[in-house]
């Protein structure tokens, strides 16, 4: 794409007259250009079927001619590795296999399409001897120089050549494939058509291959050649082809595959929709070209295919061209499609008319700009020197693999050169966008900002780096993050732009997430100071009645204020779920059942005007987790839905199994990746808007109306799932519905046992019970509980205090502590010092659920029984008692304070 402009040196200097005579001779070419496109648009309208196969052929041809010298550059790139093997070869004559083998794989490629390589050096027939004790001496091992006589295969003899001038035995041989076995010593001169091409090869000092053969051992692979590069002594290439012929040293050959040929130089290319049959033939085979490989353009690669059928002949979709490499002629014959055709033939002939002015109009404007550029360009050419071919090779390869958009940019904003990179980046083909000013593609709100950056980078110099955004050619805007820089001589901006419309999202997701955590900190802490408080009144409540004197009245207001304050911990409990620290009771359970089980349910609740369907993978396994949240979950989604849905509407709640791969893990940015079970609830309601989207998993925060909501569910359904160690996504279009998915981490663990129901009598006793809670008010209702269940209650303030009740002799059964305590010894650190002690007493924690994460499931871990606050005099009972009669696996009833 770069411009390329050659300046005759004895052209004539510029003399009276002759500027306007030049710009004539400039423009004279684009006003016959432009009056060409205007009467071959007129004749294409009125003679549109007659000059529709020309038109269509010419595009096919086109096309055919770009990649057809983009195959023959790649092709010709092939042999690289066995020019740098007969160099390294020549420069030392005693190289051993090894160090053979290790230049090569240091040197070769990833993608390098060799199959074999060998160095095979001249040797004169009085040299003879010497060459074989040298390459015995060599390979540690004897070697002569052999012809293959009788036989095939393991079965073939080796003879002694006949005496000859020159032999080119096989010295050194690398097998990339490890399929072939080659004797050192075997005379690559045995053979007449290799002869006769290394000998051509030698005299026109060029790389040369053999007409396509069998490959050894590789059948599926096809047919190949041999590629010969002849290496003389260092210095000059001797000028005349029998000073080659009798000067050269020796020969690499590269053993090719036909299609791995072909594969490799189209591995890069952008995607071939046309088949493409490739026939090869040496200029001298008077048979022509022969068959060799079919491209599949549903596979995306080539399959060898030989035949003897010569190319065939012209037709509407098929464009034949040529090329020559190595001595061979390629002939390669594309058929296009009928769909690719079928778009490139005109709508009507008022539309080619159209077209055909139009492309005309831009063409001419595109040359014109294009003239003025040369001639201001031309001037600064001119002090080039030679070498920088080199560097824009170089610069050119990078800017047509680059996957970052680079512009070349004029001082006024007109795209000069644009990267290939432009289609995946921005949708714009190079060729679409060239000539036309950078306004046309830049978001207007960044215009003025991008000039600005352009201004500051033409006055000081240095790179710019800077953010705007382009319209996609599907309309989406794109933000890409430049680094510019000024050209001064050139008079040229010079811009490399990265796509940042992903890393956009991944951030914006990590700012909700992070967001979310701080809510939920900021939520658990107020809980927790909650929990604290109604532990207090509901205990109290509780005490008052159980006395069995209140009156009936008063005893009516007290059960009205005890049930205000347990819908006051229920609201604490979903604060807490959406925190993370509300404990969940995980069990192993498959989604399909749970939702079969709940299934019913939803349905009484969803009323008539709703439909419930479900769409359940027989695939999605097991998880764990909270069945009994993953109900309310559930519930909460659909009871969403339905108010989404004021006139009815469908519900479908579905479930499958997906894998999030290192490649798509950026998009889920709470989850590590991994195999996941997802649970979807989708409704045909109202949709959500945009702005409220990212705002609907906060507390308190609902699109409903005055007293229809209290804005907890899906902030309870966030905090069960992160608790849950998955995600939750929410996809929402106004007026087309919403999807909730949930993602559950999948497991193979075996089912849960049914969970045994619990007991509901009021159970008491007489055993001694040490309460350890900081917390004054707290401590006076759990001491006022136990002691209405008759037991005896010590009370200590810190851990501290409780080990010096223990200390003291004092028989206790039972250790009821809280984990987080003040003293620098929490809960937990007091039943480990207890167990570190050998006492073996009974310890049931309780906690409000602010405690660390890591506090609660370290206390999981070591089986120790945790409370919630705030709890119900019969909620402690149960517990206490069931501790003290060793049901929960952690003491005995009645366990003695000792060793």
């Known amino acids: 794409m770069s411009d390329r402009i050659t300046i005759d040196p004895a052209a004539p200097a510029n003399g009276p007259g002759n500027g306007t005579n030049k710009k004539l001779r400039q423009f004279l070419p684009i006003a016959v250009i432009a009056a060409a496109g205007f009467v071959a648009s007129w004749f294409g309208y009125v003679s549109l079927n007659r000059d529709e196969a020309a038109r269509v052929?010419?595009?096919?041809?086109?096309?055919?001619?770009?990649?057809?010298?983009?195959?023959?550059?790649?092709?010709?790139e092939a042999p690289n590795l066995v020019s740098d093997a007969a160099a390294f070869a020549a420069t030392a004559p005693e190289l051993s296999i090894e160090e053979f083998r290790s230049f090569l794989e240091k040197k070769r490629p990833t993608d390098d399409a060799a199959r074999t390589i060998l160095w095979a050096p001249v040797v004169k027939h009085a040299d003879r001897a010497a060459f074989e004790a040298t390459a015995s001496r060599i390979h540690n091992r004897p070697v002569s120089i052999v012809h293959p006589g009788r036989g095939q295969g393991p079965a073939i003899q080796w003879i002694a050549p006949p005496e000859q001038a020159e032999y080119a035995p096989i010295l050194l041989f690398i097998d990339f494939i490890g399929r072939t076995v080659v004797i050192p010593g075997i005379d690559v001169y045995y053979d007449a058509t290799r002869r006769a091409i290394a000998m051509r090869a030698a005299s026109e000092a060029r790389v040369l291959a053999t007409p396509p053969v069998p490959l050894t051992g590789a059948a599926a692979e096809g047919p190949g050649f041999n590629v010969f590069v002849p290496v003389f002594p260092s210095g000059p290439v001797p000028a005349t082809p029998e000073e080659r012929r009798a000067r050269v040293r020796g020969f690499a050959v590269g053993t090719f595959a036909v299609q791995g040929v072909l594969d490799k130089a189209t591995a890069a290319t952008p995607l071939i929709v046309e088949a493409v049959r490739v026939f090869i033939a040496a200029d001298s085979d008077p048979a022509g070209?022969?068959?060799?490989?079919?491209?599949?353009?549903?596979?995306?690669?080539?399959?060898?295919?030989?035949?003897?059928?010569?190319?065939?002949?012209?037709?509407?979709?098929?464009?034949?061209?040529?090329?020559?490499?190595?001595?061979?002629?390629?002939?390669?014959?594309?058929?296009?499609?009928?769909?690719?055709?079928?778009?490139?033939?005109?709508?009507?002939?008022?539309?080619?008319?159209?077209?055909?002015?139009?492309?005309?109009?831009?063409?001419?404007?595109?040359?014109?700009?294009?003239?003025?550029?040369?001639?201001?360009?031309?001037?600064?050419?001119?002090?080039?020197?030679?070498?920088?071919?080199?560097?824009?090779?170089?610069?050119?390869?990078?800017?047509?693999?680059?996957?970052?958009?680079?512009?070349?940019?004029?001082?006024?904003?007109?795209?000069?050169?644009v990267s290939p990179s432009a289609l995946a980046i921005l949708g714009y083909r190079p060729e679409e966008m060239v000539g036309r000013n950078g306004t046309e593609f830049l978001l207007p709100a960044d215009l003025e900002a991008t000039r600005m950056e352009m201004r500051q980078g033409r006055r000081s110099g240095a790179p710019r780096n800077f953010q705007c955004?382009?319209?996609?050619?599907?309309?989406?805007?794109?933000?890409?993050?430049?680094?510019?820089?000024?050209?001064?001589?050139?008079?040229?901006h010079y811009f490399i732009g990265r796509d940042m419309t992903e890393r956009h999202a991944i951030e914006q997701q990590l700012r909700q997430s992070q967001k979310l955590e701080a809510v939920g900190q900021l939520t658990g802490g107020i809980a927790h100071?909650?929990?604290?408080?109604?532990?207090?009144?509901?205990?109290?409540?509780?005490?008052?009645?159980?006395?069995?004197?209140?009156?009936?009245?008063?005893?009516?207001?007290?059960?009205?204020?005890?049930?205000a304050s347990m819908r006051g911990a229920d609201l604490v409990?979903?604060?807490?779920?959406?925190?993370?620290?509300?404990?969940?009771?995980?069990?192993?359970?498959?989604?399909?059942?749970?939702?079969?089980?709940?299934?019913?349910?939803l349905k009484r609740v969803l009323g008539e005007t709703v439909a419930l369907k479900t769409a359940l993978n027989g695939g999605a396994g097991r998880i764990v987790a909270d069945k009994h949240q993953l109900e309310n979950a559930l519930m909460n989604l659909c009871v969403n839905a339905r108010d989404a849905m004021p006139s009815g509407g469908l519900i479908r709640i579905a479930s499958a199994t997906v894998a999030v791969d290192p490649a798509s893990a950026p998009q889920y940015p709470d989850i590590a990746p991994g195999r996941y079970v997802t649970i979807s609830v989708t409704d045909s309601g109202i949709g959500i808007a945009p702005d409220d989207l990212a705002r609907v998993f906060e507390p308190f925060f609902t699109t409903k109306p005055e007293g229809k909501g209290t804005?907890?569910?899906?902030?309870?359904?966030?905090?069960?799932?992160?608790?849950?160690?998955?995600?939750?996504?929410?996809?929402?279009?106004?007026?087309?519905?919403?999807?909730?998915?949930?993602?559950?981490?999948?497991?193979?663990?075996?089912?849960?046992?049914?969970?045994?129901?619990?007991?509901?009598?009021?159970?008491?006793?007489?055993?001694?019970?040490?309460?350890?809670?900081?917390?004054?008010?707290?401590?006076?209702?759990?001491?006022?509980?136990?002691?209405?269940?008759?037991?005896?209650?010590?009370?200590?303030?810190?851990?501290?205090?409780?080990?010096?009740?223990?200390?003291?002799?004092?028989?206790?059964?039972?250790?009821?502590?809280?984990?987080?305590?003040?003293?620098?010894?929490?809960?937990?650190?007091?039943?480990?010092?207890?167990?570190?002690?050998?006492?073996?007493?009974?310890?049931?924690?309780?906690?409000?659920?602010?405690?660390?994460?890591?506090?609660?499931?370290?206390?999981?871990?070591?089986?120790l029984p945790v409370i919630g606050k705030p709890y119900r005099i019969v909620d402690l009972a149960v517990r206490v008692r069931a501790m003290l009669d060793g049901k929960n696996g952690n003491g005995g009833a009645g366990g003695k304070h000792g060793k």
């Open 529 to 563: 100071d909650f929990n604290n408080m109604l532990g207090v009144i509901i205990g109290n409540l509780d005490l008052v009645l159980e006395n069995a004197d209140a009156k009936a009245a008063e005893t009516q207001y007290l059960r009205s204020a005890l049930e």
């Open 711 to 863: 804005g907890l569910g899906l902030s309870m359904v966030y905090g069960f799932m992160r608790e849950s160690g998955g995600t939750v996504k929410i996809y929402s279009e106004l007026g087309h519905g919403t999807t909730v998915r949930l993602y559950f981490p999948a497991s193979d663990a075996e089912l849960s046992a049914p969970a045994e129901a619990q007991e509901e009598s009021l159970p008491t006793g007489s055993e001694t019970v040490l309460v350890a809670e900081d917390r004054v008010d707290v401590r006076a209702v759990a001491v006022a509980m136990l002691e209405r269940l008759g037991y005896r209650v010590f009370e200590a303030a810190t851990a501290q205090a409780a080990l010096a009740v223990l200390d003291s002799g004092a028989k206790v059964d039972l250790v009821f502590s809280d984990i987080v305590m003040p003293g620098g010894m929490s809960g937990l650190e007091l039943a480990q010092e207890l167990r570190r002690r050998g006492v073996k007493t009974p310890i049931l924690l309780t906690s409000g659920y602010a405690s660390p994460q890591a506090l609660r499931e370290q206390a999981q871990k070591l089986g």
């Open 289 to 417: 070209p022969r068959q060799m490989a079919v491209y599949d353009a549903d596979a995306r690669k080539f399959r060898h295919e030989t035949s003897s059928a010569t190319p065939p002949g012209p037709a509407l979709n098929r464009v034949i061209r040529t090329f020559d490499a190595f001595g061979q002629r390629w002939t390669l014959v594309y058929d296009f499609p009928d769909a690719v055709v079928s778009d490139l033939r005109s709508a009507s002939p008022w539309l080619l008319l159209g077209i055909g002015i139009l492309l005309t109009t831009l063409i001419a404007s595109a040359l014109v700009v294009k003239q003025h550029q040369m001639s201001a360009i031309e001037t600064v050419v001119r002090r080039r020197t030679a070498d920088l071919a080199a560097v824009r090779s170089t610069n050119q390869r990078i800017f047509e693999t680059s996957v970052d958009l680079i512009l070349i940019v004029s001082r006024k904003g007109d795209l000069i050169q």
């Open 469 to 492: 955004r382009y319209m996609h050619k599907d309309s989406r805007a794109v933000t890409l993050a430049w680094t510019g820089i000024w050209s001064a001589p050139e008079q040229r």
């Open 57 to 76: 052929q010419s595009l096919l041809g086109l096309r055919a001619d770009w990649r057809t010298a983009d195959l023959q550059r790649r092709i010709l």
């Open 573 to 601: 409990r979903r604060l807490l779920l959406f925190s993370r620290r509300q404990p969940l009771s995980p069990s192993v359970f498959a989604v399909n059942d749970a939702i079969q089980e709940i299934e019913p349910l």
